[in-house]
């Protein structure tokens, strides 16, 4: 299946390299209760579909108790942040879904109370209350995502709350850093069960992508010094917010006007600061995709035994709007030998997908 999709490539610098982790986060989040690694699900047909050697499915539907990736940025940012913090201090944070559940769920196991903004009618009624749920406020934000950070960093600054958010911006750096540090252990664990699984390394990753911290963890881990392969990693917006695509095509960060999409974690009109210059230097590529190309991923998937919400989906859809051009499959050297792995960053009990 051939997707239509708005596509940059990224003229980055080829001997660019990033001081490997520290893999602390990894370690802290394997002393927790919860922890084990998720699936890498291999899927044969999709493998087939695209004309590649294998193709792999990093499966967030159930990280930490918690539907999607984000429980892995939130625990050890909340653990940080509340170190050094009030005993009384509440924590705070925007989120268009899933980042705000786990904020809140890892606040309440430290024992503090959270409050959650979200942009009016950008959340699907489903994951507003599983942040209920967890035991927090939410509070609601007439506009966009972006809106809605600019509500909580307000709060917290007024009402001296510790903001855990996950996007950066000048003088807001610390706690965007540490849920990058936390997002790592993910592809060290892609690293363990590829080799387990006799393929040593992807030659293609698709990273669904908001303001860029999960994508600045992919880049910083596959450009890492010492690594002795080039993965091409490749970030995937919806086109209603492509702001990375845009920022790429800028040469400069860019703020773009956003839509409604059913890709609702990625509803970001606004690259992170301490992300972009990452971005910038390491990204091979950034494609933006329609909500139909979403809906039809998450149904493959489904039928493949890997149940995504609609942003983990855009992995898939992604990887069709760049192997179904051949052009595009010539640019990073794919073939029928490749090994392609999807970050699937949400299972569809985070966000439903809702035919468009």
Avoid at 219 to 227: A, D, K, L, N, Q
Avoid at 237 to 262: L, M, N, Q, Y
């Amino acid at each position: 299946m051939t997707v239509e999709a708005d596509w940059v490539v990224n003229a980055r610098a080829h001997a660019w390299s990033f001081a490997a982790s520290s893999g602390t986060a990894l370690e802290f989040h394997r002393s927790l209760p919860a922890y084990a690694a998720t699936p890498l699900v291999e899927l044969s047909a999709v493998a087939a579909e695209l004309n590649v050697g294998r193709v792999f499915a990093k499966d967030e539907s159930s990280r930490l108790g918690l539907p999607a990736f984000k429980a892995l940025g939130a625990s050890w940012a909340v653990d940080r942040a509340l170190s050094a913090a009030p005993a009384r201090a509440r924590v705070v944070t925007a989120t268009d879904g899933n980042h705000g559940r786990a904020v809140a769920r890892f606040s309440l196991l430290a024992g503090r109370s959270a409050r959650i903004f979200i942009p009016r009618g950008g959340v699907h009624p489903h994951a507003v209350q599983a942040i209920l749920d967890e035991g927090a406020q939410v509070v609601e934000v007439d506009g966009t995502y972006d809106d809605a950070v600019a509500a909580a960093a307000r709060s917290a600054a007024r009402h001296r709350d510790v903001l855990v958010q996950d996007t950066a911006w000048d003088g807001y750096e610390q706690v965007p850093a540490w849920i990058v540090e936390g997002y790592d252990t993910l592809f060290a664990e892609v690293d363990e069960q590829l080799i387990a699984l006799g393929a040593d390394r992807p030659d293609l990753l698709m990273v669904p992508t908001g303001v860029g911290s999960l994508l600045q963890a992919a880049v910083t881990h596959y450009r890492s010094g010492g690594r002795g392969f080039r993965t091409a990693v490749i970030a995937v917006e919806p086109t209603s917010a492509a702001c990375i695509t845009a920022s790429i095509r800028a040469g400069e960060p860019v703020t773009v006007e956003t839509g409604a999409t059913i890709m609702s974690g990625l509803n970001c009109g606004t690259p992170s600061t301490i992300a972009w210059p990452v971005i910038r230097a390491g990204l091979d590529a950034s494609v933006a995709i329609p909500d139909h190309a979403a809906v039809d991923a998450a149904r493959t998937l489904a039928v493949n035994g890997v149940h995504a919400g609609p942003c983990g989906a855009a992995s898939l859809a992604g990887a069709r709007a760049v192997l179904g051009d051949p052009e595009r499959r010539s640019a990073f050297g794919i073939d029928e030998h490749s090994v392609v792995v999807l970050t699937i960053t949400e299972g569809a009990d985070a966000n439903p997908v809702r035919a468009h």
